[in-house]
């Protein structure tokens, strides 16, 4: 009887089995909604994931192609270097700000833009800084732009000196800016088609430029009229003279053809004088420059001893010409040197006029000018 009564003790109340499973199913039940949707959170970002990874290991997400618009001096794999993009790289992590601010670093861009396009192109613009020329300093090659910037040349920028002049002088700093400031008028094209600038002071201009073309022209100008130089095609075409060089002074409008600077000959100036030996000085504040009668050839009228006839001048240093020169000159009333009209030839009471020049105290200088004096019949 006892060991029944044990056995019985041992066996479990059904009811408080089922009472405790069906507990556990329901807890179980409620953690799994209180989770479901971090599990579906999951398996979206998983599943997103994963698309991702397979889009980027595809063809489709790749740049298909970058085009660079803008380059001139600069080639499109130099842009795309500086760019730091090419094909094959990813798209949609490329930045176009950071793309542009890349590309800006050069010291040749002025400006970058740059776009994302569809069919994953990459359209990159720049604007480059306008080079003038090239020198040396300090026997390093330096690159120069229109707007003031000196730019270390490298082996990638090597091919912009095949398109821009040798710069030779104007190392001064104010040389340097002036000529920058002058090149900012003159067109690309035009540039060019320079082989070489040079400092070339003329006796009326210490501060000319020399331009040597390519074609083998030469123009001469100034800082302040360089511009001109856009019209040289054109002007280069109508000299008749091809040894002649071109001259832009400062304040025309259009370059005038004469000889060249070593082809002109040395013209000596005389000055008129006083009694005293103190140079004459026109109205303008110059010396006073003596002028001979010539004829259309730029043959000089000559007196009976041979020597020029002069032009005299009055109190102001100004030519005073014979109006009959060429009359009086033939009845021989120049034959002194100065007009002498014989007095059978004069009125009642008509006194000749005065034309004789004053004594010949003048001092002549070589000056070496290369502009030449006007001189009249």
């Not at 109190?315 to 021989?332: E, I, T, V």
Request: glycine fraction near 6%; proline fraction near 5%; charge should be negative.
């Amino acid at each position: 009887m006892a060991e029944q009564e044990v056995n019985k003790s041992q066996t479990p109340v059904p009811g408080v089995e089922t009472i405790f499973e069906e507990r556990a199913v329901t807890n179980d039940n409620k953690a799994f909604e209180r989770a479901r949707p971090h599990l579906f959170a999951g398996a979206v970002f998983f599943a997103f994931l994963l698309l991702i990874l397979i889009y980027c290991f595809s063809p489709e997400s790749r740049v298909k192609s970058v085009s660079v618009r803008g380059h001139n001096y600069l080639s499109k794999s130099y842009v795309e270097k500086r760019a730091g993009v090419s094909i094959n790289d990813l798209f949609y992590l490329q930045f176009p700000s950071a793309i542009a601010a890349r590309i800006e670093e050069d010291p040749m861009i002025e400006e970058a833009k740059v776009r994302l396009l569809h069919d994953n192109i990459i359209e990159i613009t720049v604007n480059e800084k306008q080079p003038y020329g090239y020198r040396y300093d300090e026997e390093e090659p330096k690159v120069l732009c229109t707007d003031g910037s000196i730019i270390q040349l490298t082996s990638e920028l090597m091919p912009i000196l095949a398109r821009v002049p040798f710069i030779n002088g104007f190392t001064e700093e104010k040389a340097t800016h002036l000529l920058t400031n002058g090149f900012k008028e003159v067109s690309a094209d035009r540039i060019e088609e320079m082989a070489e600038v040079i400092q070339y002071p003329l006796s009326y201009d210490p501060e000319a430029i020399e331009i040597r073309m390519r074609d083998g022209g030469i123009f001469f100008s100034n800082y302040f009229s360089l511009s001109l130089v856009n019209d040289y095609p054109k002007l280069s075409r109508l000299i008749k003279n091809k040894d002649n060089c071109l001259y832009a002074d400062n304040g025309t409008t259009v370059a005038a053809a004469r000889a060249c600077p070593w082809d002109e000959e040395e013209i000596v100036l005389e000055y008129w004088t006083d009694e005293e030996g103190n140079y004459i000085y026109n109205k303008w504040g110059d010396r006073a420059v003596k002028h001979y009668y010539q004829d259309s050839d730029g043959n000089y009228y000559l007196d009976d001893n041979g020597e020029r006839i002069i032009i005299p001048i009055d109190a102001y240093g100004q030519d005073q010409k014979d109006a009959d020169f060429l009359n009086h000159y033939f009845l021989g009333w120049y034959s002194k040197g100065y007009l002498d009209i014989p007095e059978e030839e004069l009125e009642d009471g008509e006194k000749p006029e005065e034309t004789a020049a004053p004594e010949d105290t003048s001092d002549s200088e070589g000056t070496g000018e290369t502009e030449e004096v006007q001189q009249e019949d």
